[in-house]
C-alpha cells in the first residue's frame, strides 16, 4: 500500500450550474481505483485521463468541463488535480476529528486557466494546525483560493430490529451517513442482520449513551413497541438533533409522547415540538423499502431546509 501513488481532483469553482457544486472530491489511484465522484458519472472519465499526467509528474494542474457543449448543461466547472502525500501526523489528526466529531476546513489554490503549476494545491485545517497535502506545498499569494468547511460526518441513530431498520440502515449507508442501530438487550439481533452498520449496540434504556447525538444526526424510534419507544424518547429528551422521527400513525406518536409526559412532565416544548410523526413524506409509500425512501426524503428536506415539491413545479434552478 505505501507504493500506491494518489491523485486529489476537486471541483473548486463553477461558472453557471452542474449536477454537483464546488467542494465535491474525487481520490485516483495509480492502481485504477478511485473513491468518490465529482459529478453524475459523465466528467468521471475525463478526470481520470487527465490525471495521469499528475500521477506521472506530480505536478498539480487545473482541467475544465463546458456542460453546455457536451451535455447541455449551463455551466462549466474548473477542477484542481493534485499529488497526495499523507503523513502519519496528518493520518492522525484526521482519525481525531472524526472521531471526536469536529469541523474543519481546506483550502485550495488555483486560477481559472487550464494547465499545470507547481504552485497549486490545498492545504487542511484542523484542530488549529495547517496541513499542506504535499511536502513541498507553499501558499501563493497570486492564485485563487476554494475553502471548503467540513462539518462531521451525518450520522442515522436507529432504535429498532424489525425489516424496516433493516431497509433503512441499508439506505442510509448508500448515502454515505454512519449508522448507528440502537437495540434492545432482550432482542435476538445481531450486526450482521444490518447491512450497512457502522455500529450495532444493545444498551438498556437507562444505559444509553447520547453524547455523540449532535446537530448532525437524525434519529428514528422504530421498534413496533409502544412501551419501548416511550422509553427510548425518555433517554433521548437531552438531546437536540438535526431530525427526530416515530414511526407510526398520528394518534401512536400522540400516545408515546402523553406518556412520555406522565413519566417526565418537565420535557421542554423544544424537544416535544421537533418530533416528526408519523416519519416520512406523502408518496404512497407502502413496502418497507418504499418508507425507508419516504422517511431519508424527510430527513434531507429538513436538514437541508427544502419544503418537497416536484421539481417541475419549482421556479428557477434545482440548486438554489
Request: glycine share 6%.
Amino acid at each position: 500500500m505505501q507504493n500506491i501513488k494518489s491523485v486529489l481532483a476537486t471541483v473548486v469553482a463553477l461558472e453557471g450550474s452542474s449536477y454537483r457544486r464546488p467542494g465535491v472530491r474525487m481520490l485516483i489511484q495509480n492502481n485504477g481505483k478511485t473513491f468518490g465522484a465529482v459529478s453524475g458519472g459523465c466528467v468521471e472519465k475525463e478526470v481520470q485521463l487527465q490525471a495521469q499526467s499528475v500521477l506521472t509528474s506530480g505536478v498539480s494542474k487545473v482541467m475544465t468541463y463546458d456542460g453546455r457543449l457536451r451535455l447541455g448543461c449551463e455551466g462549466v466547472i474548473y477542477i484542481l488535480i493534485e499529488p497526495v502525500n499523507i503523513t502519519q501526523d496528518l493520518k492522525t489528526q484526521f482519525e481525531t476529528v472524526f472521531r471526536e466529531r469536529l469541523t474543519f476546513e481546506s483550502e485550495s489554490f488555483y486560477t481559472k486557466q487550464e494547465g499545470t503549476n507547481s504552485a497549486y494545491g490545498t492545504q487542511f485545517k484542523l484542530s488549529g494546525k495547517t496541513y499542506p497535502l504535499r511536502d513541498d506545498f507553499f501558499v501563493s499569494n497570486k492564485l485563487e483560493t476554494f475553502t471548503y468547511s467540513f462539518n462531521p460526518l451525518f450520522q442515522l441513530y436507529l432504535f429498532g430490529a424489525e425489516h424496516d431498520t433493516v431497509c433503512l440502515c441499508q439506505a442510509a449507508a448508500f448515502l454515505g451517513w454512519q449508522v448507528t442501530v440502537v437495540v434492545a438487550p432482550d432482542e435476538a439481533k445481531t450486526k450482521a442482520f444490518f447491512k450497512g452498520a457502522h455500529e450495532f449496540i444493545t444498551p438498556t434504556f437507562d444505559q444509553l449513551d447520547v453524547s455523540s447525538i449532535d446537530n448532525q444526526t437524525a434519529v428514528i424510534l422504530l421498534t413496533h413497541s409502544f412501551n419501548k419507544d416511550v422509553q427510548y424518547l425518555l433517554a433521548l429528551a437531552a438531546t437536540l438533533p438535526a431530525y427526530f422521527g416515530i414511526l407510526g400513525p398520528k394518534h401512536r406518536r400522540e400516545r408515546v409522547l402523553e406518556k412520555a409526559l406522565e413519566y417526565k412532565p418537565e420535557l421542554s416544548i423544544d424537544f416535544l415540538e421537533q418530533i416528526h410523526g408519523p416519519a416520512g413524506i406523502n408518496i404512497g409509500a407502502e413496502s418497507a423499502p418504499e418508507i425507508a425512501v419516504s422517511i431519508l426524503a424527510e430527513i434531507l428536506s429538513v436538514i437541508r431546509n427544502q419544503k418537497p415539491v416536484q421539481l417541475r413545479e419549482k421556479s428557477g434552478r434545482i440548486h438554489d
